[in-house]
């Protein structure tokens, strides 16, 4: 019986993937031109003023709605930048990170020192750090924006820092807010304080990037945490998602779309006065998702699929002292890990296969997308993992590491990496068996490119003779009887495309 040939052409998979990408850009930048025109509108209602008249006219509600006192001050929603900040390249991600007086010690610089010395060159050129100081009392903001400039004058020079702090007419009266939950009015005010300073950080960094993480300042960060949320967003199976949670605790770590930033702001300035922001919250994945007529067990399944949560967790809370007067807390994330147990990347499409025993939910497929590491039973002689590009890709260099810092006996020191020529993969026309994990080629088809060591890492360039190439295999060489394997980290690097 003849085998029926796939008649879906591999470069279908590729253009959807590349249509997947560009729709993310694409809310991004609709989101941004959103915001100019209504800029736009705000602008020329308070040049035209007495002029215009809305006399007939429907009314949208507006953040004038919600903060009267805003009118008649123009320069109210205009932060206050407190660096010059070059013109970049829109970029994934940018770090939301509100600061605010405490009585007796400050975790900022701390936290700034955590997240710049986690991520190399290469992740900072694509993220955004923004301090917001969320203080009216000038002095002690140019207090902070020094203490700042001192200890990052090359990261606010080049704009990967940026400072900003709200004018001081941004705030309605905070002392004669209506008590709620039988709180003592520093508690309301607080709370109230802190949900407009959100609101003003999101306005701000909506048009920044892509993506949002909301973080706190008293915080210390996994090592290539950016390059993480970056694969595991991006990678996500359905775009319906409303928050991805890095970290199991309070406010730090969660990401959200940029183009989403505009509800949460709304929603913050709508019931500032009434509840703490993570009730707010839950309160938005409540009235998106769940049914007033069935239970909560129903409903915390719909809040699941909008909420989701990544572990372990990358970011870890070190603050003792609360940015609430007199209250201590001494909150510890358990999910988190100081040294990451593996390192995610955006590698290229591939179909991964492989005939090594795999342990539990830690799969080979699982850490090619980043979203955990591989581990697996004590591998055998001749056994492989496959990745089957979706299409022929030009792979310039590669980085496979085996092992973790739990687990650092569990290294594959006696493998080889290969690659099967695209060239090669054509001459011979073989059907792939879906259910043989080595596949229809001889091992004589495949160019070993690279070993793994003795610290157990494989790393190299590939040839641009051998280019470009269809699957790329990790081989074992040697039975491992005294020890699993770990694979912490796959990162495929492909050819930048050259400008004509």
């Not at 304080?193 to 973080?215: G, H, P, T």
């Not at 201590?328 to 390192?343: G, M, P, R, S, W």
């Amino acid at each position: 019986m003849e085998s029926v040939k796939n008649t879906i052409p591999p470069s279908l998979y590729s253009n959807i993937r590349k249509l997947k990408e560009k729709l993310y850009t694409l809310e991004f930048n609709n989101n941004a031109r959103t915001q100019e025109l209504l800029s736009l509108q705000r602008k020329l209602q308070t040049r035209l003023g007495e002029n215009v008249t809305n006399e007939g006219y429907l009314s949208l509600p507006s953040i004038y709605n919600y903060l009267p006192h805003l009118l008649g001050h123009k320069d109210a929603l205009v932060p206050l930048v407190h660096h010059p900040v070059k013109e970049r390249k829109t970029r994934t991600l940018t770090f939301g990170i509100p600061t605010v007086r405490r009585t007796k010690k400050s975790y900022l610089l701390k936290t700034l020192q955590s997240l710049v010395h986690g991520l190399s060159a290469e992740e900072r050129d694509d993220v955004i750090l923004i301090v917001y100081i969320g203080e009216k009392n000038s002095e002690y903001v140019r207090e902070i924006y020094t203490e700042i400039k001192s200890q990052f004058p090359a990261e606010l020079d080049d704009g990967f820092i940026e400072v900003i702090s709200p004018p001081s007419n941004f705030y309605p009266d905070l002392d004669n807010l209506p008590p709620t939950f039988n709180d003592p009015i520093e508690r309301v005010r607080w709370r109230a304080k802190q949900n407009l300073d959100y609101a003003f950080l999101m306005m701000y960094a909506q048009s920044r990037s892509m993506f949002y993480v909301q973080m706190e300042d008293d915080l210390m960060a996994t090592p290539s945490y950016a390059s993480t949320i970056k694969a595991f967003a991006i990678q996500q199976q359905s775009n319906n998602w409303l928050m991805i949670e890095f970290s199991s605790l309070g406010f730090i770590g969660k990401l959200f779309k940029s183009s989403d930033l505009s509800t949460l702001v709304e929603f913050f300035l709508m019931f500032y006065k009434e509840k703490p922001n993570d009730w707010l919250l839950d309160h938005i994945f409540w009235v998106k998702v769940c049914h007033p007529e069935k239970n909560a067990k129903h409903c915390n399944k719909e809040k699941s699929k909008l909420r989701i949560k990544f572990k372990p967790s990358l970011f870890q809370h070190i603050g003792k002292e609360s940015s609430l007067k007199g209250k201590t807390q001494k909150l510890v994330d358990k999910e988190f890990k100081k040294q990451a147990l593996f390192h995610s990347h955006l590698n290229p499409k591939a179909t991964i296969k492989t005939d090594l025993e795999e342990y539990q939910k830690f799969t080979a497929e699982r850490a090619y997308l980043g979203h955990t590491y591989m581990w697996a039973l004590s591998p055998v002689k001749n056994a492989v993992l496959r990745m089957v590009f979706e299409q022929p890709e030009h792979i310039e260099r590669f980085y496979f590491k085996s092992g973790n810092v739990e687990h650092p006996g569990d290294k594959l020191v006696n493998g080889t990496v290969e690659v099967l020529k695209s060239a090669t993969k054509k001459s011979k026309f073989l059907i792939e068996d879906p259910t043989d994990k080595r596949g229809p080629y001889k091992d004589s088809d495949y160019v070993i490119v690279g070993k793994f060591d003795f610290m157990g890492v494989a790393s190299g360039v590939i040839s641009p003779s051998l280019l470009p190439i269809s699957e790329m295999r990790i081989r074992v060489t040697h039975d491992v009887a005294k020890n699993w394997v770990i694979l912490s980290e796959f990162n495929l690097v492909k050819q930048k495309k050259t400008k004509r």
